[in-house]
């Protein structure tokens, strides 16, 4: 059984530019959580997807967004980027059929917005 | 909006001691509650899961009960090791499973050999 992977490892972009991050699910799992993790901070939810369908979002701003494929990969975009960006960013997954399920994460992604 | 604190914010003690950590959420409205490690600049590796019926669960060294109406978690580290020495995040599940996990800061666990 393959864990959650996500790519790229580091990131460095400028103020205003646009991103795009990866996440590829851990076999047998249909749901991904994106998670937001400021330094010294909490992750903090940015939205899941579920079905390729964005089925629950915390408090982002619409430019950030995401796509689900098929096979249950997903991508975290991110318009306009702002210093405030700067951050770990995580993908978590799990089964939606069993809704208690345990979520696994990934070893995230650092964004780092100049 | 649910909302996670833990106590204490840092913790140091010596190899072999007994621990608890705790968590408290403001909304007892949960469907489990899981209890994760992260060390520094890495991801969430996920210890515990409690499903919201249950009063505690054991992994090892490791035992987390939670009082759902109190709106309470604790994690039991016993005879903690240096290897244990990481940030340790409880994250309560609500809103039917679509809120996503809630974070608290974390307690900053250093194990001294």
């Known amino acids: 059984e393959t864990g959650v992977t996500q790519s790229p490892t580091h990131l460095i972009k400028t103020r205003g530019q646009q991103v795009t991050l990866r996440c590829s699910s851990q076999?047998?799992?249909?749901?991904v959580s994106w998670y937001q993790q400021a330094l010294g901070q909490g992750p903090q939810f940015i939205f899941q997807?579920?079905?390729?369908?964005?089925?629950g979002r915390g408090n982002f701003p619409p430019r950030f967004s995401g796509l689900q494929f098929p096979n249950y990969s997903s991508e975290l975009n991110v318009n306009a980027l702002e210093l405030d960006d700067s951050a770990l960013y995580l993908c978590?997954?799990?089964?939606?059929?069993?809704?208690?399920?345990?979520?696994?994460f990934g070893p995230g992604t650092r964004l780092t917005v100049l | 909006k649910q909302e996670v604190t833990q106590i204490p914010a840092a913790l140091s003690v010596p190899e072999g001691e007994n621990l608890v950590l705790n968590c408290s959420f403001t909304?007892?409205?949960?469907?489990?509650l899981q209890w994760f490690r992260q060390d520094p600049g890495k991801g969430l590796t996920s210890l515990l899961l409690?499903?919201?019926?249950?009063r505690e669960q054991t992994s090892g060294r490791l035992n987390a009960s939670l009082d759902k109406s109190s709106g309470r978690s604790t994690l039991y580290i016993a005879a903690s090791q240096p290897g244990d020495s990481a940030t340790y995040l409880c994250?309560?599940?609500?809103?039917?499973?679509?809120?996503?996990?809630?974070f608290g800061k974390g307690t900053h666990l250093i194990i001294q050999p």
């Open positions: 978590a997954s799990s089964r939606r059929d069993r809704s208690a399920d345990t979520q696994y």
């Open positions: 076999s047998g799992h249909n749901t």
């Open positions: 997807y579920y079905r390729e369908e964005e089925n």
């Open positions: 909304d007892s409205a949960i469907y489990n």
């Open positions: 409690i499903q919201s019926s249950q």
């Open positions: 994250a309560p599940l609500s809103g039917g499973g679509a809120d996503g996990l809630t």
